[in-house]
């Protein structure tokens, strides 16, 4: 009984490795160059900002005027897409980005303000 108690443990065991060797090989993307990872890393974080850009737009236009729905909108937008660079690229942990996004979007926003009151539009 001992026998086949330390086989099946023994397969346990390498079936356990094969799976983490296999897992390992699978989810480590492969890139020709670092500038294919760059430009690849780049477009998540724009998809990302674009939707959270969408998604706050449509909440906001409930409770604002669409040219201010659209403005938060755009500043919250491109905030995420500095936090998911942040978060893809320099491994920054999600914890340290909320602070910075709930001060960062507003920031965004009121610059935006002070640029459309020089420009005039």
């Not at 897992?23 to 500038?35: C, I, Q, V």
């Not at 906001?60 to 690229?89: D, E, I, K, Q």
Request: a positive charge.
């Amino acid at each position: 009984m001992e026998h086949v108690a330390t086989r099946t443990s023994h397969s346990f065991l390498y079936r356990t490795q094969l799976a983490r060797r296999v897992m390992n090989e699978r989810d480590r993307l492969r890139f020709p160059s670092s500038f294919s990872r760059d430009l690849f890393l780049f477009v998540c974080a724009i998809l990302v900002g674009t939707s959270a850009a969408i998604g706050s737009q449509v909440v906001l236009s409930l409770l604002a005027s669409p040219s201010v729905a659209a403005n938060a909108s755009l500043a919250f937008g491109t905030t995420c897409s500095g936090a998911a660079h942040a978060r893809l690229v320099h491994r920054r942990p999600v914890r340290d980005l909320v602070p910075a996004m709930i001060a960062g979007a507003p920031a965004a926003y009121g610059v935006m303000r002070m640029l459309h009151l020089i420009i005039g539009v």
